[in-house]
T-cell receptor, first 113, second 111 residues
């Protein structure tokens, strides 16, 4: 079945460090891929998405490229800030069927000054 | 613009008590609605989704149920809570199969 495997955390980085959070998926066809972010005490917010192979989603300095050949959608940011501290979830939506999202387990990022 | 509301924000309930969590959406018509649960240390799990009034699909068998009495209202219920029902409950909406947008969530602790 469809699933998402996400890099386990927690991840602790110093401010201005480079961030990579790995995400790989299993799905038939061409799913849509998403990164959601959950700030402390809040619900999930859509961070970025990509709906077809080789698309690059980007927002707030974060980027992720839909790689069909490696079934990956790794999240990157060149210079993290303290305000980026949150839990990041990778998710996919199957190409066909119901509009269900399959989520990874989440990666907690802490950025220290 | 569209807005999604959930309440209460936090809830502490004894085992065996009933539950009712409410979610409402503003600014859109006939949305798809979803209930997810995030258990401690785990990812999100889809519990229910609805494509219209009175239409509920269950993804996980459990002692929870959902109802959609109005177009933009989605309710999660239980007759008797279990300890394992503790978690963070998130409601989400989408237009057809487009991107899902989440509410602020309800943190439920069953004691």
């Amino acid at each position: 079945g469809d699933s998402v495997t996400q890099m386990e955390g927690p991840v602790t980085l110093s401010e201005e460090a480079f961030l990579t959070i790995n995400c790989t998926y299993t799905a038939t066809g061409y799913p849509s891929l998403f990164w959601y972010v959950q700030y402390p005490g809040e619900g999930l917010q859509l961070l970025l998405k990509a709906t077809k192979a080789d698309d690059k989603g980007s927002n707030k300095g974060f980027e992720a490229t839909y790689r069909k050949e490696t079934t990956s959608f790794h999240l990157e940011k060149g210079s993290v800030q303290v305000s980026d501290s949150a839990v990041y979830f990778c998710a996919l939506r199957a190409q066909t069927g119901a509009n269900n999202l399959f989520f990874g387990t989440g990666t907690r990022l802490t950025v220290i000054p | 613009s569209q807005t999604i509301h959930q309440w209460p924000a936090t809830l502490v309930q004894p085992v065996g008590s009933p539950l009712s969590l409410e979610c409402t959406v503003e600014g859109t018509s006939n949305p798809n609605l979803y209930w997810y649960r995030q258990a401690a240390g785990r990812g999100l799990q889809l519990l229910f989704y609805s494509v219209g009034i009175g239409q509920i699909s269950s993804e996980v068998p459990q002692n929870l149920s959902a109802s959609r009495p109005q177009d933009r209202q989605f309710i999660l219920s239980s007759k008797k809570l279990l300890l394992s029902d503790s978690g963070f409950y998130l409601c989400a909406w989408s237009v057809l199969k487009e991107t899902q947008y989440f509410g602020p969530g309800t943190r439920l602790l069953v004691l």
